[in-house]
């Protein structure tokens, strides 16, 4: 009682009563204290993806007293989500993520301001939405939005805590750290200057992920934010951070950079990831497309016509609509079974990696290719209702 009340004397204006009771086993940390808990206090930190991620980082970072949480997240809660998205509940279903995120916060801390963008980080809003807080974590799954983070964090002076997970690995470092002398350290480019080629790395939705990994990783980039912004520790700048999750191995690798890669400007992060639904979305002349009531029409008419999944054999036998699989990384091995005689359409879960596979078919071949926009997930949406979504 008489060491709270010494906190309380040397610092009313800054914690409430409550506050200094709910943070209590902070204050009794050594080189902790009063003034690193003010410093979470006073922090601002946007977290984009509030997903297997996004999930911990929120939890905690609200647990641990962040002063102000932006979540930026223009996604739904599906069914798929909860096996590693521990913000949501079955109940939560279809219902939008940053809403349901920032009750999740105010339940946890009413202490806490909590700014939600139910959208997507584009070019258009990212530099205006990054410039309001002090650190970025980073939960994306895709590199477009990974790059577009980096550079709008390079380009207005903020730190950047990324992770990622796939599978049973993750990575963790932090991206931009401003050194004592006012240099920076490592930022994404600096480690990837390019982003793998268009279907190389698939997604976890495709490749799948552990999902109590997301929990770990998510905790300790949650960790990273919370030794940036209350001055402990020794940060991960300049070193990432790797995972095994089925050795339990965890290895710190330094890295090693002879100068920076330049960013001054954002850029098409789409047309740099070659990703395709950019293509599909403006009509371009070079890709067809076709939609899944078109897609019925044929199938009732009886038309002849050869339809392709590219998804994996997981999904395949989960639930598919009647075509022929050929994975996408098998494609161009397996183009001999792609029809030339007649009109051929490509589908996968979402119309992204069909989209792919159908531009490179169409650079080695002379197919009348179509791709179905949306993909299994807009039939099963559109068409057959009683098809499950993963």
Same mark, same amino acid.
């Given at each position: 009682?008489?060491?709270?009340?010494?906190?309380?004397?040397?610092?009313?204006?800054?914690?409430?009563?409550?506050?200094?009771?709910?943070?209590?086993?902070?204050?009794?940390?050594? !080189?902790?204290?009063?003034?690193?808990?003010?410093?979470?206090?006073?922090?601002?930190?946007?977290?984009v993806g509030a997903?297997?991620?996004?999930?911990?980082?929120?939890?905690?970072?609200?647990?641990?007293?962040?002063?102000?949480?932006?979540?930026?997240?223009?996604?739904?809660?599906?069914?798929?989500?909860?096996?590693?998205?521990v913000l949501y509940?079955?109940?939560?279903? !279809?219902?939008?993520?940053?809403?349901?995120?920032?009750?999740?916060?105010?339940?946890?801390?009413?202490?806490?301001?909590?700014?939600?963008?139910?959208?997507?980080?584009?070019?258009? #809003?990212?530099?205006?939405?990054?410039?309001?807080?002090?650190?970025?974590?980073?939960?994306?799954?895709?590199?477009?939005?990974?790059?577009?983070?980096? !550079?709008?964090?390079?380009?207005?002076?903020?730190?950047?805590?990324?992770? &990622?997970?796939?599978?049973?690995?993750?990575?963790?470092?932090?991206?931009?750290?401003?050194?004592?002398?006012?240099?920076?350290?490592?930022?994404?480019?600096?480690?990837?200057?390019?982003?793998?080629?268009?279907?190389?790395?698939?997604?976890?939705?495709?490749?799948?992920?552990?999902?109590?990994?997301?929990?770990?990783?998510?905790?300790?980039?949650?960790l990273e934010v919370?030794?940036?912004?209350?001055?402990?520790?020794?940060?991960?700048?300049?070193?990432?951070?790797?995972?095994?999750?089925?050795?339990?191995?965890?290895?710190?690798?330094?890295?090693?950079?002879? &100068?920076?890669?330049?960013?001054?400007?954002?850029?098409?992060?789409?047309?740099?990831?070659?990703?395709?639904?950019?293509?599909?979305?403006? #009509?371009?002349?070079?890709?067809?497309?076709?939609?899944?009531?078109?897609?019925?029409?044929?199938?009732?008419?009886?038309?002849?016509?050869?339809?392709?999944?590219?998804?994996?054999?997981?999904?395949?036998?989960?639930?598919?609509?009647?075509?022929?699989?050929?994975?996408?990384?098998?494609?161009?091995?397996?183009?001999?079974?792609? &029809?030339?005689?007649?009109?051929?359409?490509?589908?996968?879960?979402?119309?992204?990696?069909?989209?792919?596979?159908?531009?490179?078919?169409?650079?080695?071949?002379?197919?009348?290719?179509?791709?179905?926009?949306?993909?299994?997930?807009?039939?099963?949406?559109?068409?057959?209702?009683?098809?499950?979504?993963?």
């Amino acid at each position: 009682m008489c060491l709270v009340y010494i906190y309380r004397q040397i610092d009313m204006d800054h914690l409430t009563d409550k506050e200094y009771q709910r943070y209590a086993r902070h204050f009794n940390l050594p !080189d902790f204290g009063i003034e690193a808990q003010r410093k979470l206090k006073t922090s601002k930190v946007l977290v984009v993806g509030a997903g297997g991620l996004g999930s911990p980082v929120i939890l905690y970072l609200a647990a641990a007293g962040i002063g102000t949480i932006g979540i930026i997240d223009p996604d739904v809660v599906s069914l798929s989500n909860l096996q590693r998205q521990v913000l949501y509940r079955d109940e939560d279903i !279809d219902q939008k993520k940053v809403t349901l995120a920032a009750n999740q916060i105010r339940s946890i801390n009413p202490h806490i301001k909590v700014n939600t963008y139910d959208t997507h980080l584009n070019n258009n #809003n990212a530099l205006d939405i990054i410039n309001e807080y002090d650190i970025v974590a980073d939960g994306t799954d895709n590199f477009p939005t990974r790059y577009l983070v980096n !550079d709008a964090c390079v380009i207005s002076g903020k730190m950047n805590v990324y992770a &990622s997970i796939y599978q049973f690995e993750g990575q963790v470092s932090v991206f931009n750290y401003q050194n004592d002398d006012g240099t920076r350290g490592p930022h994404y480019r600096d480690i990837y200057p390019d982003p793998p080629a268009p279907g190389l790395v698939p997604d976890c939705a495709t490749g799948g992920v552990l999902g109590v990994l997301a929990g770990i990783v998510g905790t300790q980039q949650a960790l990273e934010v919370i030794k940036l912004a209350s001055g402990i520790g020794e940060p991960l700048a300049g070193r990432l951070l790797l995972y095994d999750a089925l050795t339990s191995e965890t290895r710190i690798i330094k890295l090693q950079i002879k &100068s920076h890669t330049e960013v001054s400007e954002l850029v098409n992060y789409r047309d740099f990831c070659g990703v395709v639904p950019d293509t599909i979305e403006n #009509n371009s002349q070079d890709m067809k497309e076709i939609t899944v009531q078109e897609l019925k029409q044929w199938k009732d008419e009886g038309k002849d016509f050869q339809l392709i999944d590219v998804r994996e054999q997981h999904e395949y036998d989960f639930a598919n609509l009647g075509g022929e699989l050929i994975p996408l990384g098998d494609i161009m091995a397996r183009s001999e079974e792609v &029809s030339t005689e007649k009109e051929v359409v490509l589908m996968c879960r979402s119309g992204q990696r069909s989209g792919a596979a159908l531009s490179a078919l169409q650079q080695q071949g002379d197919y009348n290719l179509f791709n179905l926009k949306g993909g299994y997930l807009a039939w099963a949406a559109e068409i057959d209702t009683s098809l499950p979504r993963y």
